[in-house]
Each structure stands twice: as C-alpha cells, then as structure tokens.
C-alpha cells in the first residue's frame, strides 16, 4: 500500500519518506508500542498490509501510527468538508440614498433595511452627495438618524455615519441574539 510523494499528503510522512532512527509507534488497534526503529515499524506495517504515517513530527521522539492512508485521508477530507458546511457566509448588503429623500422612499429604504437585518445580514447605509449638497453634510446625518428611528427589530450600529469621499455611510448588523 506505498503511497507516491504526491502533492496531497500535506506534508505527511508515510512509510519510506520517514527518515529518522526511532519513533513512538502507536499501532492499528490505537495501543502505544512504546519506541521502537523505524525499520520494525515499517516491517510491522507491512505484514498488516497499512501504511506507516508520521502523526507528529515534532515530537521527540516523532509519533508515528500505523494505518490504512488512503482511509485517513478520507477522513481527513470529510472533516474539512463537514467544517465548511457549517460556516455561515456573512454577506454586506449596500443601500444607496441621497439627503434630499422623500418620507415614502425612506420608508421603503428602511423597510428593505430591516429585512436584510431579519435575514443576519450587515447592511452598508451610503448617502450620496451631488454638487452643492456636499456643503450640507449635515442633512445626510439627519436621513441617518431617520433610518434608524425606523428600524423595529434590535440592531447594532457596527460603523457610525462617517464621511468618505462624496459619500457618507455607516454600517449596521443584527444584534447577536445570548
């Protein structure tokens, strides 16, 4: 069962590629056979038909078990995918305004807000400043202020109201739920 020095072993060591004298060898059953060489390990593998596979290297002496490889890589892989699986990809949605907004249209903006918010989503408020209304940034802090007076469920303001360039955007996310 020799596995070639291919480019899926992560850097595990198996059988050949081990190069040092001894090692703390840990059988198929899971039982610590105490130190032993690296050749009897090798030699004991191979009458159970396994792989010998460096479990850690950095230990002195290395620990070294005896297995099925192409099993433990298996397992290995499933374990990384079943890891993914239950990663929760957070997603920034952007909502887009001016300062000089009507009340029906921030009542629509708002609305969308929340259920981005419902969804556990971060939402970025962005306010858009067009020639002379950069002079009143002030009323960008008041549609702001107005938003979140709007929202019903409980929020957390992440990135307060800030300028950046043209616009002025401040981030808000639901709050964590104990």
Not at 56 to 65: M, R, T
Not at 116 to 139: M, N, P, Q, S, W
């Amino acid at each position: 069962m020799a596995y070639s020095n291919n480019s899926n072993n992560k850097g595990l060591r198996i059988n050949e590629m081990i190069r040092v004298r001894e090692i703390r060898l840990i059988d198929d059953e899971g039982n610590q056979s105490g130190i032993v060489s690296t050749l009897e390990a090798l030699n004991l593998a191979k009458e159970r038909n396994l792989d010998l596979v460096e479990v850690s290297p950095n230990a002195n002496p290395p620990v070294c078990k005896i297995l099925d490889f192409g099993k433990y890589r298996f397992e290995q892989e499933k374990k990384l995918r079943d890891s993914k699986k239950n990663q929760k990809v957070l997603k920034i949605k952007e909502i887009r305004m001016q300062p000089k907004i009507g009340t029906g249209d921030l009542d629509t903006k708002a609305k969308h807000i929340q259920e981005f918010i419902d969804e556990g989503d971060k939402v970025k408020v962005t306010i858009r400043f067009r020639g002379r209304e950069l002079a009143h940034t002030e009323l960008g802090f008041e549609v702001l202020n107005e938003v979140l007076k709007r929202l019903t469920s409980a929020y957390v303001v992440e990135k307060p109201a800030a300028m950046d360039g043209r616009n002025m955007s401040m981030t808000i996310s639901a709050k964590a739920i104990k």
